[in-house]
Every structure is written in C-alpha cells, then in structure tokens.
C-alpha cells in the first residue's frame, strides 16, 4: 500500500489551518457586520436536485462526483454552496425576507486539477434572497472589498450583466438556442485568450462576421462612463445596461470603484442579472478568489411558485490562503500562550494549567518529564510565547515561575498575577 493523498487533495498541518481559521475568522466577522445569519447544509445531496435544470447546468455537471448508496438511492457531492441554499429555501417556505444568509464548508469538483485548483476545496458564501434592489448587489461589492481589507490583501471587484450580454448577443444575431454556450466560450476569454474563444464559437457553427463583432464589443476598452457610452449608441432599452449604471452609481456613493468588464461572464447557467468576480493584485494566484452573481429564477424554481430574487457572492478559501501564504514568512504552528514545566511536581503541575484553562487562558503542560532545556527548546520549536516552572523552589516560596520566551525574562510570582499578566497580552 502506498500512503498518498488522492489527486486535487491536501491535508493541513497545524500552522496551515491555524492561518486558515483566521481568514473564515475574518470572514465570519465582515458576513455578520453586514448582517448575515449562518447555515449548514449537508455535504451530500440528492443527485436530480444537483443536475436539476434549475440548477448549475451541463458545464458544472461534468465535474459532479456522483455516488449511489445502499438503498440505491443517487446521490451526488454538493459542488457549490448555492444550490444547497435553493433547495433548502424550497423546503421551508416560511422564511421570512429578505433572508441574509452565510455559510462556510466544503465543496468537491471532480474537474481539472491546476495550481490553486482542487478537487475538495471550502467556499465562503454569502446570499440575499428577497430583494431586486440593485443596493442589494452594490451591498456585496461592499462586503467583498471590507473582506480583503481586513485580510491585508488589494483586490479589484469586477462586474457584469448577463441580461446585458444577451442583450449584446441579440444585437450580434445569434439565436437563443445558442446564446448560452456562447456565454461559457465567453468566461474563457480572459484565461485562455481571444484566439481561442475565437476556435469555440466557429466550432458552435456561428458565422465569423458575428464573432467579431461579438469579441470587439465584449473587449470594449476605457472607464466604466466610456464602456456605458459606447454600449448605449447601439443597445437600446437594455435592463442588463440599465441595472449596471445603478449598482456603479450605488457603489460609487460608498466611495468604492467596481470595473465594469463587458467580457465578464461566470460560466453557470444560473445567474440571471449581475455577475461579480474579485481578482488580488500582485499576487502569483492568478484565478479568481471571489465571485458570483444575480440568480432570479433558481429558487423560484425550486419552490415552483415563479421568480425569486437572490443574489449572493463566494470566497474560495484555498485561494485567499495561498495568495497570503505567499506574504508570510512565517506562521504560527500552535495557539498556545503558555507552557507548563513541572520539574518533578506533576501534580503541582496539573493543578497549575488547571487554573490557567479555568481563566481561558491557552495552556499546555509538559507530561513526559523531559528537562527543562528539552521542555524550553520543544515550546521555543512551536512559538509558545510564555513558559511556566513549577518546580520545589517556585512552590516553596508558594508562588511560580513565569519565563518570557522571546525576551528571556523570567519573574516569581503568584498564579492570580500570572494570570492577570497572560489575559492583558495580546
């Protein structure tokens, strides 16, 4: 037998997931300052909600892993977070609305594995369903740049209608029975260039004289007013059009700048309104490391009661946590504050980091008798940053030991004093 992890997998060490619960920390914090509740839903689903036509479509089908289990029932792996929020949406109707929700858990795409690119990986979502309002979508705009704010990261929010690139394919010819695989060639226009969405859409059967008028307005160039500027001399009455001027005229009163990218697609077949990518500047993670969009009809669909505004944004996690990693030279392997060294005092010992866990303080003791050069060098390899003896002259004087680990000074002092100290530092 060989020991190895299957392909697009990875396991964290200590340090590694230590730094990945203080992004979903972060995150937690920016989804509740803007009002958002959580909610978990199961890693499994019932396969004909996941390949529902409702759902994500034939593109993100094909990465589905699919599963049957004992009483033959089939079963797929949840590929996103917002097809489990439709569904369970569908199944409690009572809801009240809006309803702001944010979940945190992991996904699995049997697709290609790249760099920053996995099979099991964690999305970080956010939802509102209930409201049109395009304030609702500047609101994630808004989150999403407080979210890489607060992780030290510069991103640049991108936005796009996919009303308005139906509107654009209307105005190029194309029938719509062909508009939606047209759209998927479109998503790769920035990853693979315009050669090759070029190929794809010949291959579609659509005629040269169509794509290149589509690929010229699609790469329209400038500031957002020169991008809405031109599009208005040809698109007339465009609600796609329209809702993009409102979300950039919200978001521009918040004092933030959206880039308005017309090539701007988001290959699922759900989104129905605005769509939202975030890229981080200077960073070797090239992919996306946030994104979503407007879905009007999936959750209607589901609850089978017609159209139901919603409009959500997911951060990958594993992307976020690569493109820091890139910053950090070093990270913690332990949250630890403290030490315990018992130099033949176990007992003594015991009671000690008792005391300090009653007071909430992160402590762990020494219970192998090593010495105490062994005990400093293993907290020292960790990053412990406070070390405590107990020892026979410590308990003599009815008082411990505490050692600062990066200074080397060490005080005598009561346990109510120590834990005084360590609860005051930050």
């Known amino acids: 037998m060989i020991l190895q992890l299957p392909k697009g997998t990875r396991d964290f060490s200590p340090e590694e997931k230590i730094s990945r619960d203080r992004i979903i920390g972060t995150l937690k914090e920016v989804f509740e300052l803007y009002g958002y509740a959580p909610l978990e839903t199961p890693v499994l689903e019932k396969f004909d909600i996941l390949s529902s036509k409702y759902a994500g479509g034939a593109e993100i089908l094909k990465e589905t892993f699919r599963l049957t289990d004992q009483g033959g029932r089939e079963l797929g792996l949840r590929y996103d977070l917002t097809v489990p929020l439709a569904r369970y949406i569908g199944m409690n109707p009572s809801i009240k609305m809006p309803f702001k929700r944010y979940q945190i858990g992991d996904v699995f795409r049997d697709g290609p594995v790249a760099s920053a690119r996995y099979r099991q990986f964690t999305q970080c979502d956010v939802d509102i369903v209930g409201s049109s309002s395009m304030a609702t979508d500047a609101e994630i ?170 409009v959500g944004i997911s951060f990958g996690l594993d992307r976020i946590y690569d493109a820091l990693a890139e910053k950090q030279d070093s990270r913690k392997k332990t949250n630890t504050q403290v030490y315990v060294i018992p130099i033949k005092a176990l007992s003594e010992g015991i009671k000690a980091a008792w005391q300090l866990r009653d007071a909430g303080i992160k402590t762990d003791i020494d219970s192998t008798g090593k010495s105490p050069s062994k005990n400093l060098e293993y907290a020292n390899s960790l990053g412990i940053p406070y070390a405590i003896f107990v020892g026979k002259k410590e308990l003599e004087a009815g008082k411990l030991k505490l050692r600062d680990m990066e200074s080397g000074k060490e005080e005598l002092l009561s346990i109510e004093r120590a834990i005084e100290l360590l609860k005051n530092v930050k």
């Open 141 to 310: 705009v808004s989150l999403a740049y407080t979210a890489f704010c607060k992780l030290n990261l510069q991103a640049v929010v991108k936005v796009n209608n996919r009303k308005l690139l139906n509107d654009i394919l209307d105005y190029c010819g194309l029938e719509k029975d062909r508009q939606e695989s047209a759209i998927l060639s479109i998503d790769k226009l920035e990853k693979f260039g315009r050669e090759y969405v070029k190929n794809e859409l010949k291959a579609q059967k659509i005629d040269e004289r169509k794509i290149n008028t589509l690929l010229g307005i699609i790469s329209l160039k400038g500031e957002n007013e020169e991008k809405i500027s031109q599009l208005n001399k040809f698109l007339k009455d465009s609600d796609g059009l329209k809702e993009i001027e409102e979300l950039l005229a919200h978001t521009k009163a918040m004092g933030l700048e959206a880039g308005f990218d017309v090539s701007l697609a988001r290959g699922l077949s759900y989104y129905t309104g605005t769509v939202f990518e975030a890229m981080l500047k200077d960073s070797g993670v090239a992919s996306s490391v946030c994104g979503g969009g407007r879905y009007d009809n999936m959750i209607g669909n589901f609850l089978g009661k017609g159209a139901c505004p919603a």
